[in-house]
């Protein structure tokens, strides 16, 4: 595998508001009641703090100061967040809240439910996006804060078949960001993740975009 420039962009941009609490729905109690039945923590979990030079800290400081143009929502152990590379439309990273480089870092409980919101968001990124193929990635050689690329595939990629590191464009877009959609298509995709996770069997701790789609919305 060609080692790929995987640091998610920490860059500062305009304001989407402030994060809006958002307390589970009823219908979303469920998990909640079965992790405590494991003896798991399903109380909001604040994430440690940033440390020092981490990137991907300071991206998920930035999302929780309400300055995360690409954050979607955060979960119980990790961000989503769209990746400002849109060559393969619908790309998103779930972030890790703490700064541990490796999946069996993570206590075995947080693991267990880590991976499950994992999962859970690359089905939301699957249903918004329909493509052929997801592409699931935890690397981290460049910035080792546990994050996973979760990349749709489509028919009609360059190289269907391959990693998409193998795809020449793909890695021209990340390193001259060719590929970062409008502000508008952003956001559009955004909202339809958020919209696709809100129906998933997950709870969501802070969505900024709730402003736009409250959950008395015909969307909801
Ligand atoms: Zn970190």
Redesign the pocket.
């Known amino acids: 595998m060609v080692a790929g420039p995987e640091a998610l962009p920490a860059r500062p941009g305009p304001r989407t508001g402030p994060p809006t609490k958002t307390s589970p729905p009823p219908g979303r109690s469920r998990r909640a009641l079965q992790l405590d039945s494991r003896g798991l923590d399903t109380g909001t979990s604040e994430p440690k703090a940033a ?1 020092g030079t ?1 990137d ?2 300071a991206a998920n400081a930035a999302f929780d100061a309400g300055a995360d143009p690409w954050g979607v929502a955060r979960l119980q152990t990790g961000y989503v967040r769209l990746n400002p590379n849109q060559y393969f439309a619908g790309s998103t990273f779930f972030v890790a809240k703490d ?1 541990l480089a490796e999946l069996h870092d993570l206590d075995r409980p947080t693991r267990l439910l880590h991976l499950d919101e994992m999962a859970e968001v690359a089905a939301a990124v699957w249903g918004v996006f329909a493509p052929r193929k997801l592409n699931y990635e935890a690397l981290g050689n460049g910035a080792p ?1 546990l994050h996973w690329w979760l990349t749709p595939r489509y028919a009609d990629d360059a190289r269907p078949r391959a990693p998409i590191w193998e795809d020449l464009e793909f890695l021209r877009a990340q390193w001259t960001n060719s590929q970062e959609p409008s502000p508008d298509l952003r956001d559009q995709r955004r909202r339809d993740l958020l919209v696709a996770l809100r129906r998933r069997d997950v709870t969501i701790e802070v969505e900024p975009l709730g402003q736009w789609l409250p959950p008395t919305s015909p969307l909801y």
Do not use: F, R
């Open positions: 440390v981490c991907i800290c700064c804060h």
